[in-house]
């Protein structure tokens, strides 16, 4: 049977939007079960208490149920390969944060691809880190740490929380930029460093602020800088280290993501739902008390920020060598 020209071209038509319509079908009905955030970090780190504030306001909002899961391993690899491999339908999702940016470069023999198998969906917040010293050494400003650290080569000790966590690549890349030469002394997490930074046994450290800020404000330890390019609500006489060393931008940051191909629709829906929660003041209040003020993008806008994220830490990663522990 023939069929008149104009019928044909409204039945072809018709035909090829079928896939854009199945899909906005599809998003109107998401979450059509409950949804699973993954954190790749045990429970009662900060960036497990920010999922959680993120996922009641999603179960409010959209009426299932969201679960968050530690899955810690391997600086947060774990949690992220699992959510690598499964299905894109928008029923796992992944907190996602410097660490990933990081780990890409750190662990080339990852058995999965974060920057192919992962789509950034939406960001949270800022992570404010602050370069701090040990009260006793004869510094006050990064321009003197540089001039007394080129006049002592070798003999300044740098604390980190772990080879290539956030504090530890953060001092690397102050090294990179400035060519001063310090001593690499990783622990196993921030508060016996911190500790050991208090009582002198290393002399500097790039510490995520909330885990420092109280010794800083009672003056066991002094803050020269902070590592992001916007200074710090809390230390607000404080300078960023990128007033003193141009171009330098440390700093973490955290959101949500999911697995690669996950449809535009539901990608959109969770960044518009997220940054309506970023904008409510009862949360936007507990972040900023958290230390980590809001950071909110587009979807497009966040894949960018990742890339490039990627791009910097893979450089610093291989400047320094770091190798994982």
């Known amino acids: 049977m023939n069929l008149p020209r104009r019928q044909f071209l409204h039945l072809a038509a018709g035909a090829a939007a079928l896939p854009a319509v199945r899909r906005v079908a599809w998003a109107q009905a998401y979450p059509s079960r409950p949804v699973r955030i993954v954190v790749g970090f045990p429970a009662g780190q900060a960036i497990d208490i920010q999922a959680r504030l993120i996922a009641q306001w999603l179960q409010e909002r959209l009426g299932q149920p969201f679960v968050v899961e530690n899955r810690p391993g391997a600086g947060g690899n774990v949690g992220a390969e699992s959510v690598a491999r499964a299905a894109a339908d928008g029923h796992t999702l992944l907190i996602i944060a410097s660490n990933n940016a990081i780990n890409v470069t750190l662990y080339p023999g990852a058995g999965f691809d974060f920057a192919r198998d992962i789509a950034p969906a939406a960001s949270f917040a800022r992570g404010f880190q602050v370069m701090e010293v040990n009260p006793s050494l004869p510094v006050k400003t990064v321009a003197e740490f540089i001039a007394y650290a080129k006049a002592n080569p070798g003999k300044l000790n740098m604390a980190s929380a772990g ?91 955290s959101g949500i993501a999911a697995p ?55 450089k610093v990663v291989k400047f320094a060598g770091v190798k994982p522990d």
Not at 163 to 169: A, W
Not at 229 to 252: E, H, K, Q, W
Not at 279 to 306: C, N, T, W, Y
Request: charged letters at 15%; aromatic letters at 6%.
């Open 163 to 253: 080879n290539g966590s956030i504090t530890h690549v953060s001092g690397e890349l102050f090294k990179m930029m400035t060519g001063v030469n310090m001593l690499h002394v990783p622990y196993r997490g921030s508060v016996p460093a911190v500790t050991d930074l208090i009582s002198g046994q290393v002399q500097v450290m790039f510490d995520n602020l909330p885990s420092s800020i109280e010794h800083i404000r009672a003056g066991r330890l002094r803050a020269l800088a902070v590592t992001n390019p916007i200074r710090a609500d809390a230390l607000p006489g404080v300078p960023t280290v990128g007033d003193f060393v141009s171009g330098y931008a440390g700093g973490g940051w």
């Open 260 to 314: 690669r191909n996950t449809p535009a629709e539901i990608m959109a829906l969770l960044n518009r739902q997220i940054n309506a929660a970023l904008a409510d003041p009862a949360i936007k209040a507990r972040l900023e008390h958290m230390g980590a003020p809001v950071l909110s993008m587009s979807p497009g806008e966040f894949q960018q920020f990742v890339s490039a994220e990627i791009e910097k830490w893979g």
